[in-house]
Every structure is written in structure tokens, then in C-alpha cells.
């Protein structure tokens, strides 16, 4: 298998960073790995320095919850501004209506 270059995967939140764990043991090699708790101060120097080098960024998250999704809009908006393609995997069954920025 050829390896993933400059991809992250952040698991946002108990349900994205369940949903991370789930799947960390299969990609932790390929890729790298971040968790957020939502109690982490996400400034813009925290999300600049976890884009640095990164072309692909895949997020993990429950929309449910207002802090994950300010965090996930954070760090989708900044991924805008540096090109880099943010893909979100929403693990609520809710649809939510809120613009996120991500794919």
C-alpha cells in the first residue's frame, strides 16, 4: 500500500474522538493523528501550526454539539485560507443546519 503524504485526521469531541479511535490502529502508520477535546482553547496559532504541511485534512466530529461545531467551523475556515482539502465525518443522525466549511 502506497502511503497517505500530509494527511490528518482529527477526531473533535467524545463522539469524533471515539470514531478516531476506532479506525487510529488501521491508519496510524499512513497518517497523522490529532485529538481535540472541547475544552482546548482552538486560537488561530493552535489550528495554524495543525495545517502546517497538510494537504488533506479529514475531521471526525458530532454536529450535536454547539463547542464541537464552532471548533470544526474554526478549523475549516483556516483550511480554506491554506488550500488544503477538509473533509468532515459527521456521526450525528441529526441533520444540522449549520454552514461548517466542510465537504
Not at 22 to 33: A, F, L, P, Q
Not at 55 to 71: A, G, H, M, P, Q
Not at 90 to 95: A, C, F, M, T, V
Amino acid at each position: 500500500m502506497e502511503e497517505v503524504k500530509n494527511t490528518k485526521l482529527i477526531g473533535i469531541g467524545n463522539e469524533g474522538i471515539k470514531k478516531l479511535e476506532e479506525v487510529e490502529s488501521k491508519i496510524v502508520e499512513k497518517i497523522d493523528t490529532e485529538k481535540i477535546n472541547i475544552n482546548k482553547d482552538v486560537d488561530k496559532d493552535y489550528v495554524r501550526a495543525l495545517l502546517d504541511g497538510v494537504d488533506i485534512l479529514l475531521l471526525t466530529y458530532n454536529s450535536e454539539d454547539k463547542k464541537v461545531r464552532d471548533i470544526v467551523k474554526a478549523i475549516s475556515f483556516m483550511a480554506v485560507e491554506r488550500r488544503v482539502l477538509c473533509i468532515g465525518l459527521d456521526s450525528s443522525l441529526k441533520e444540522n443546519k449549520d454552514e461548517m466549511g466542510v465537504d
